[in-house]
C-alpha cells in the first residue's frame, strides 16, 4: 500500500503528457518503415499486424517495469536502423528465415549484457564525448522543426509561439499545449482525417506465432549486422541519454532485458528491441518534471500507451500516420529542444575536451557511415581519438618552433 500511495503522489499530468508524446513520437516517425519491412519478408496483412502488436505490447511492457522497478524512465524501442537494414537486406530470405534472424540478434544481446561486455565499453566513453554524440543525434530535430515550416508555416509557428509563451509562463505543461495546438489546428483546417475501419475505430487482433528456420549465411549475413546495428545506433545512444541526464542504472541488465524481449517476442514479428534514445530524452527532461525522480511516470505512461497501441494495432497505426508530418517533426523538436541545449553545454564547457567533443558533434550530425554501422557510433570513435591525441605531449613540443 506504502507503493501505491507513493506512485499516485508522483503521477503528474506533465509526465503523462511526456508519455503520451513518446508513443506518439515514435509511432509516427517510423511506423512506415516497420511495416514496409515486415512486407520484405513476405508478411501478409495479417502478419503485419502481429508486428504492429508484438513491438507495441513488448516496449509497454518492458517500459512499464524496468520504470517501475528502477524508478526512472527507462524507456524502449524498437530498432529503426535495424528496420532500414531488413528492407534493403531480406529481399530473398523467407518469413521463417528472418524469424530466425530475429531470436539470433536476441541471444547474441542477451549475452552481451549477461557477460558486462557493454556496461564496460559504456565506461571508458568521456562524459562530453558522450553529451556531444548524444547532443549530434537530436540535433536534426530541432532542425526539423524549421524545416517543416516549408510545410505548413502557420500550423509550425503558431506550435513554436504556443511553446514560448508556455515555457513563459506554464513550462511543466509546454508539450501540453504545443500537442494541443497541433491537433486544434489540424482538425480545424482539414489537415488530419481521423481513420475509420468497418469494425469501428478500436480494432482488436491477435498475434500470430511463426516457427524459426535455421541458415547460417542469413544469421552471419543479416543476423549479425542486425545485432551490431542496434547496439551502436540505439543501445549505445540510450545509454548516454541516461548518463546524460544522472541515471547511474547499471546498463547490463536493461540490455539483457531488452534481449530478452525481442527472444520472446521474435516468432510474433518483435524483430529488435533496444533502449530508446530520443524517445527517451523525451520521458527524461525538466518538462516531464522537475524532479527527476518522479519521472518514472512518463516511462510507466510510455508504456500503457504502447500497449495500448499494440491491442489496437490496425486503428492506432492508422491514428499516427493521419497526422501531418510536418504536426509530429515541430512537436518532437520542441520537445527535444532542452535536452539538446543542455548537451551541447556539458559538451563544450570543459576547455580540455571541447575540441574531441566538437568533433565528435560534427561527425554524428555529418551522417557519415562506414562498414554499415552509423555516425553515432563513428562520432565516438573519432571523439576518443582525438582526445587520445590531444593528450599525448610530443617530443620537444615546446622547443619545435626555436
Not at 350 to 370: I, P
Request: charged share 10%; with cysteine.
Amino acid at each position: 500500500m506504502k507503493h501505491v500511495a507513493q506512485l499516485w503522489n508522483d503521477i503528474s499530468l506533465s509526465a503523462l503528457v511526456a508519455g503520451f508524446v513518446v508513443v506518439l513520437v515514435g509511432f509516427a516517425s517510423s511506423v512506415a518503415i516497420i511495416i514496409e519491412a515486415a512486407h520484405k519478408v513476405g508478411a501478409d496483412q495479417t502478419l503485419v499486424t502481429s508486428w504492429i502488436m508484438a513491438l507495441g505490447i513488448g516496449m509497454g511492457l518492458s517500459s512499464f517495469f524496468l520504470s517501475l522497478y528502477y524508478r526512472m524512465p527507462i524507456v524502449t524501442a524498437w530498432s529503426t536502423p535495424g528496420a532500414a537494414l531488413l528492407v534493403t537486406n531480406m529481399t530473398e530470405v523467407s518469413y521463417s528465415e528472418a524469424i530466425g534472424v530475429f531470436i539470433f540478434s536476441g541471444v547474441l544481446t542477451i549475452l552481451v549484457g549477461m557477460s558486462g561486455l557493454f556496461q564496460k565499453i559504456m565506461s571508458i566513453i568521456p562524459f562530453p564525448i558522450a553529451c556531444a554524440m548524444l547532443a549530434g543525434i537530436l540535433f536534426q530535430f530541432g532542425v526539423r522543426i524549421f524545416d517543416s515550416l516549408a510545410q505548413a508555416p502557420y500550423l509550425v509557428c503558431a506550435m513554436l509561439l504556443g511553446y514560448l509563451i508556455a515555457k513563459r509562463f506554464f513550462p511543466r505543461y509546454a508539450v501540453l499545449i504545443v500537442l494541443l495546438i497541433g491537433l486544434s489546428i489540424c482538425l480545424w483546417n482539414g489537415g488530419m482525417v481521423m481513420p475509420t475501419t468497418e469494425a469501428g475505430f478500436f480494432t482488436f487482433d491477435s498475434l500470430v506465432w511463426v516457427s524459426p528456420e535455421w541458415s547460417l549465411t542469413t544469421l552471419l549475413g543479416i543476423g549479425l549486422p542486425l545485432f551490431v546495428v542496434t547496439m551502436t545506433a540505439q543501445n549505445m545512444p540510450g545509454v548516454v541519454v541516461l548518463r546524460a541526464h544522472k541515471v547511474e542504472t547499471s546498463a547490463s541488465p536493461l540490455i539483457s532485458w531488452t534481449g530478452i524481449t525481442t527472444t520472446l517476442l521474435a516468432p510474433f514479428g518483435g524483430f529488435a528491441f533496444n533502449l530508446a534514445a530520443i524517445t527517451a530524452a523525451i520521458s527524461l527532461g525538466e518538462e516531464s518534471h522537475k524532479e527527476l525522480k518522479k519521472r518514472y511516470i512518463a516511462g510507466l505512461s510510455a508504456g500503457i500507451f504502447y500497449c495500448l497501441t499494440g491491442i489496437t494495432a490496425v486503428s492506432i497505426v492508422a491514428f499516427f500516420t493521419a497526422l501531418p508530418a510536418a504536426m509530429v517533426a515541430a512537436l518532437a523538436g520542441l520537445a527535444l529542444l532542452g535536452t539538446i541545449g543542455s548537451n551541447l553545454k556539458m559538451a563544450l564547457e570543459s576547455d580540455a575536451t571541447r575540441e574531441a567533443a566538437l568533433v565528435t558533434f560534427l561527425v554524428t550530425v555529418s551522417g557519415v557511415s562506414f562498414a554499415g554501422i552509423n555516425s553515432a557510433f563513428w562520432g565516438i570513435v573519432f571523439g576518443v581519438l582525438c582526445l587520445l591525441i590531444l593528450k599525448i605531449q610530443l617530443p620537444n613540443a615546446n622547443t619545435s618552433h626555436k
